[in-house]
């Protein structure tokens, strides 16, 4: 069974930053896409950044210049650098890998991670 663990949120002021990590455990062969999204309260979950197993990357207009996705795929780990960070990223920030191939031979879909809670004060 295939689990995202994430880690590295927590509290700081406007302008800091922070590391977020989500490594994925399991009997894992390959990761496809691998994804950071956030959901701040009252508001719907959305994707902040994005990147493929060959290091392509897409990133929301909001963050754009101020966030940056990596991975590293021998540890099968996601990473979301935060710099400059301002009141309204404050949310819960959740890892997703959209499709896991796993040993024996299986696949696992849009599986997520438990979140991780950052909070940008003003």
């Known amino acids: 069974q295939v689990q995202l663990v994430e880690s590295g949120g927590g509290l700081v002021q406007a302008g800091g930053s922070l590391r977020l990590s989500c490594a994925a455990s399991?009997?894992?062969?390959?990761?496809?896409?691998m994804n950071w999204y956030r959901q701040a309260p009252g508001k719907q979950r959305e994707l902040v950044a994005a990147?493929?197993?060959?290091?392509?990357?897409n990133y929301a207009d909001s963050v754009k210049g101020r966030f940056t996705i990596s991975r590293d795929n021998a540890k099968n780990t996601v990473y979301l650098q935060m710099n400059n960070l301002k009141p309204e990223d404050t949310a819960v920030y959740y890892c997703?890998?959209?499709?896991?191939?796993?040993?024996?031979?299986?696949?696992?879909?849009?599986?997520w991670g438990q979140g991780t809670q950052v909070t940008v004060s003003s």
């Open positions: 990147i493929t197993s060959g290091g392509s990357t």
């Open positions: 399991g009997s894992i062969f390959s990761i496809n896409a």
């Open positions: 997703n890998a959209d499709k896991v191939v796993t040993r024996p031979l299986a696949y696992s879909f849009n599986v």
